[in-house]
């Protein structure tokens, strides 16, 4: 109920007692009363005619950086006492710097401007309104209104600088690149030895095989490098990214997808991606930094789902052929073994880069016996899971989020990894 109403109620109840008992020291209560209600509608705020304006000092930053918010308000009708303005803020932003509250009086036609500064986490944030609360000096009638205002704030996940992602998959595009095509021409890495051929180059004659052939000439063969198709798959299951004590892996996951992508854009391949959380979502394939620019929008974005598991997951074939790498980032569950290894037996080249939970939560365990205990077998757990996809030929990437991803991807993933290291669970594909 309104102070109004309750103050009307009581002045009401007042008078009918007075009346009643024809008393009339009882009546003479309810004249300050009275009064107090008059002035309070008498000095009460009049319509609101407001206008608001807002304006960002960068409209894209990266976690941690310092954003000005500059509002101005505008009254179009007669003056205002005493409003209260609050712009509220998305969730993951927070002020660091001034107030994003102010309360001003406003003059017949006059305008307020004021700024703060914040920052926030990765996402993208958007700015609907102002909330106005207008009320006379008693309290008694209050007024409240939103002024629609426009603004958006994406905060872009940051980018470990990687050099190169060693990969290797069964198929490349006809574009030349980095990648080996596993076909002799042009290129760096001796592919065999052919007969000469007219055209020939004197400098590629291979003379110890031509002078035990005899008459015949033998030139070297180099293989051919081209780009390749990569599909990233960026694991938001909320099951597999938050451990006890609402702590998540995912940023982590998120710097890692992108990081990767950045790194094979550069090198001219075709990249796409598709983050798994609540539903598929995908940013189909590109090239260059059009698509490095949508990925990072992409990745902004992204949010954790409830998906239970990896059994729908689907890879169109129209956008990556058989043959082609996918790059899974995920925490893994034990249960995803099988839909992983079905991408193998159905010709993709697949790599696993897995942020640790188990060092993840071990590192913020008490240090006790018992937990100790218990994250020993945890980690073996987990090494088991990890021999066991590495035992497909999957190239594995055990990653500790205690050591940045950039470290990580140099000891790890800056060389080729062959089918013979990749079942190797003892070195192969440590983070």
């Known amino acids: 109920m309104s102070r109004i109403a ?3 109620v009581l002045i009401y109840f007042i008078i009918l007692t007075g009346v009643g008992t024809l008393n009339g020291t009882v009546l003479s209560l309810a004249l300050p009363l009275v009064v107090y209600l008059l002035a309070g509608l008498w000095r009460g705020p009049e319509k609101l005619d407001l206008s608001a304006e807002r304006i960002l000092s960068s409209e894209r930053v990266k976690p941690g950086e310092k954003v000005t918010v500059s509002l ?5 009708g007669g003056a205002l006492g005493e409003i209260l303005i609050h712009d509220p803020l998305p969730v993951f932003l927070e002020v660091v710097e001034g107030s994003n509250d102010r309360l001003v009086r406003l003059p017949a036609h006059g305008s307020i401007s004021w700024s703060y500064t914040l920052q926030g986490r990765r996402g993208f944030h958007l700015f609907h309104k102002l909330e106005v609360n207008a009320e006379d000096g008693f309290g008694l009638v209050v007024k409240r209104k939103s002024l629609p205002t426009s603004g958006q ?3 872009l996940p940051p980018v470990a600088r990687i050099r190169r992602i060693a990969i290797r998959p069964r198929q490349t595009r006809v574009y030349s690149g980095l990648i080996p095509a596993h076909q002799g021409g042009a290129g760096i890495e001796f592919f ?8 020939d180059s004197p400098h590629h004659i291979n003379w110890r095989a031509s002078a035990r052939q005899g008459n015949a000439l033998f030139s070297n063969e180099y293989e051919q490098e081209r780009v390749a198709d990569v599909g990233i798959v960026l694991d938001g299951r909320s099951e597999v990214n938050y451990l006890k004590g609402n ?14 992508a950045s790194a094979l854009l550069s090198e001219s391949n075709r990249v796409g991606l598709l983050i798994y959380g609540d539903r598929a979502r995908w940013t189909s394939p590109g090239y260059g930094k059009r698509q490095r620019e949508r990925i990072l929008q992409s990745l902004a974005m992204a949010r954790t789902g409830e998906s239970q598991n990896f059994r729908s997951l689907f890879i169109p074939h129209r956008m990556f052929p058989a043959n082609s790498q996918i790059i899974i980032i995920s925490p893994l569950h034990a ?3 099988p839909v992983i290894a079905q991408l193998k037996v159905s010709g993709y080249q697949v790599m696993v880069i897995s942020p640790d939970p188990v060092s993840f939560e071990a590192s913020r365990l008490e240090d006790r016996k018992s937990l100790k205990l218990s994250a020993r077998i945890a980690r ?3 090494e088991i899971m990890l021999r066991r996809l590495r035992g497909f030929g999957i190239q594995v990437v055990n990653w500790n989020t205690s050591t940045p991803f ?11 990894v062959t089918f013979l290291r990749a079942m190797q669970s003892g070195r192969g594909g440590r983070g």
């Open 247 to 260: 702590l998540s892996l995912f940023e982590d996951s998120v710097i890692a997808a992108m990081s990767v």
């Open 335 to 337: 249960d995803d073994l």
């Open 72 to 76: 101005t308000v505008t009254n179009h």
């Open 406 to 416: 950039e470290q990580a991807a140099r000891t790890s993933l800056s060389r080729p």
């Open 6 to 8: 309750l103050l009307a």
């Open 380 to 382: 073996l757990e987990r």
């Open 192 to 199: 065999g030895l052919r007969e000469y051929q007219a055209g």
């Open 153 to 155: 704030l994406v905060v």
